[in-house]
């Protein structure tokens, strides 16, 4: 989809934003609404503070058909005098292709979540993070924490930590603006619903880099922290919330 035009439907405030995403919930929990008594906050971070204190799922970062989607998608919104980078609040648009096809979405600030994280000798633990809800269904449909988690390195000062901000939406959006050196709005949820982690594991801004394409089949750099099938059980669906983004990618069950 090249995008060609977009169509503001709403624009709604902090408050508005902070009710939606507290409806949020789980794949895999359709009764979990993750962010229900969470702390829900627009702060802004300079470029310095994304690549020093935050984390990400996905380390790769693609040219074609996302960051250049990011730049047409700001040329539009800075067209009707809206800096989509500095968002109070968020927008419910519809965003016109270049064959006349719409598509409803929502865009709010790019989602930074404070998980909590457990280390021990061997590196990060998640054992310790489960509920019994998700302990049971892990065991009922025979899916099982991925060891792949356990091989990930971390350096002494990460591992002396007890929560992470990690980015869960928006992360080609963040790294666009980070490439232009200037300070944006995030949006910081922290203290989401206990015993449900985020659904793959944290890696350093610092190992970010960018691809040309993203490769058929997707990219090989995100963790779960569960194994497949269940490897989606976890994910945060956005549009649960009325906000329209943030949903499972087509063949991603």
């Given at each position: 989809?090249?995008?060609?035009?977009?169509?503001?439907?709403?624009?709604?405030?902090?408050?508005?934003l902070?009710?939606?995403?507290?409806?949020?919930?789980l794949?895999?929990f359709?009764?979990?609404?993750?962010?229900?008594?969470?702390?829900?906050?627009i702060?802004?971070?300079?470029?310095?503070k994304?690549?020093?204190?935050?984390?990400?799922?996905?380390?790769?970062?693609?040219?074609?058909?996302?960051?250049?989607?990011?730049?047409?998608?700001?040329?539009l919104?800075?067209?009707k005098?809206?800096?989509?980078?500095?968002?109070?609040g968020?927008?419910d648009?519809?965003?016109?292709?270049?064959n006349?096809?719409e598509?409803e979405?929502?865009?709010?600030?790019?989602?930074i979540?404070?998980?909590?994280v457990?280390?021990?000798?061997?590196?990060l633990?998640?054992?310790?993070?489960?509920s019994?809800?998700?302990?049971?269904?892990?065991?009922?449909?025979?899916?099982r924490?991925n060891a792949?988690?356990?091989?990930?390195?971390?350096?002494?000062?990460?591992m002396?930590?007890?929560?992470?901000?990690?980015?869960?939406?928006?992360?080609?959006r963040?790294?666009?603006?980070?490439?232009?050196g200037?300070?944006?709005?995030?949006?910081?949820?922290d203290?989401?619903k206990?015993?449900?982690?985020?659904?793959?594991?944290?890696?350093p801004?610092?190992?970010?880099?960018?691809e040309?394409e993203?490769?058929?089949?997707g990219?090989?750099?995100?963790?779960?922290?569960?194994?497949?099938?269940?490897?989606?059980?976890l994910?945060r669906?956005?549009?649960?919330?009325?906000?329209?983004?943030?949903?499972?990618?087509?063949?991603?069950k």
């Open positions: 989809m090249v995008l060609k035009k977009i169509q503001i439907k709403e624009m709604f405030d902090e408050n508005q902070k009710s939606r995403l507290r409806k949020v919930r794949k895999g359709p009764d979990v609404r993750i962010y229900e008594d969470a702390n829900i906050s702060r802004p971070f300079t470029p310095q994304i690549k020093q204190n935050i984390f990400t799922p996905q380390p790769t970062v693609y040219r074609r058909g996302y960051l250049d989607r990011v730049e047409t998608m700001e040329k919104f800075q067209d005098e809206i800096d989509p980078f500095n968002l109070k968020g927008i648009y519809v965003a016109v292709d270049e006349g096809e598509t979405w929502t865009l709010i600030p790019p989602v979540e404070m998980i909590p457990v280390f021990d000798g061997l590196g633990n998640y054992s310790e993070l489960l019994p809800e998700l302990r049971e269904k892990i065991k009922a449909e025979g899916h924490l792949d988690v356990r091989e990930l390195a971390y350096n002494e000062y990460i002396g930590m007890q929560t992470i901000p990690l980015i869960c939406d928006g992360s080609h963040i790294h666009s603006n980070l490439e232009k200037v300070t944006q709005n995030l949006l910081v949820i203290g989401p206990k015993g449900f982690p985020y659904y793959a594991a944290p890696k801004y610092s190992e970010v880099h960018v040309d993203r490769p058929k089949g990219g090989k750099d995100k963790i779960h922290v569960l194994t497949e099938p269940g490897h989606k059980l994910y669906l956005f549009p649960t919330g009325g906000i329209l983004s943030g949903t499972v990618r087509p063949g991603k």
